[in-house]
């Protein structure tokens, strides 16, 4: 299989590149950063401070911000721009078909954005234990193993509009428009719920306005993973899926009481492993059809 081929080469040439130099010590200082905040600022109050801590400062606006806008930085102009500058006929000259290019830039460009991430969070881990946090070793193996498909979901979304597009600029444009809307108006599409309700008069419960407006929520890659980093140490599942609903958060949980099953962890999972699948497959089909 050829995509072997073509994401070893993406992911060695990136190697070589100051950008992946430069987001590893982005990943790796923030992520020290915040592990010295945790072991010098909370570490001196409670000796019991575990490395929840420092997941809670980290899983939040933090790294659900910042690691999408670097993983699409990174891929968005991983085929387009291979196809402006023509080599992308080159590449289709050597025994490797279309799928085999967008799978290889995937794989290579996912690297390129999990190694720093995974050394982020080795580093980190090495400053917690130095400050005597204790380190809860499998939360923080979830939470790296999270962040890192926050990551690759995101540059499979770069990759998915890399392919479809036919320009450098039109890749920039989408994705800038894509991380907007995840980012900052995701919260006006819960409100399609409360319009539905009232045009169609489906006279929902405002406990029932709540629930399907968290499940449109969770259709938001960026909101979902913060969702489930919560879930690695809040009381409850659904506290977890409150997250963000502030003083309102506890009477809304006695309110609405157990977890629908479309609230529940496996189903924000598979709404979050959607984005993973789907947009680099629809740039993959758009791509084979496209005339180079």
Known sequence: MTWK?????????????????????????????????????????????????????????????????????????????????????????LPHSRQDVVVGKLLGRSGVIAVPILLGMVAAAIALVVFGINLKIVSYLLFTVLTIALGVTFVSLAIGISAAASTNRRAMVASVALYVVFTQFWMYARRVVLVLNDKLSLELETVEVVKYGLFIKYFNPVRAYETLVESLYANSTLGARLYGAGQFGPILEQQIGSVPFYLSNPVVIAQFLLWLLVPVAVGYLLFDRAEL
């Open 5 to 93: 081929a073509v994401a070893r080469k993406d992911f060695h040439d990136s190697l070589r590149s100051r950008w992946f130099w430069v987001i590893s010590a982005i990943f790796v200082g923030l992520f020290i950063g915040s592990a010295y905040f945790v072991g010098q600022g909370l570490g001196n109050i409670d000796e019991q401070v575990s490395s929840d801590a420092f997941l809670g400062l980290l899983g939040g606006q933090v790294v659900a911000l910042l690691v999408p806008l670097i993983a699409l930085v990174v891929a968005y102009n991983a085929i387009v721009g291979e196809r402006e500058s023509g080599t992308i006929k080159l590449m289709l000259s």
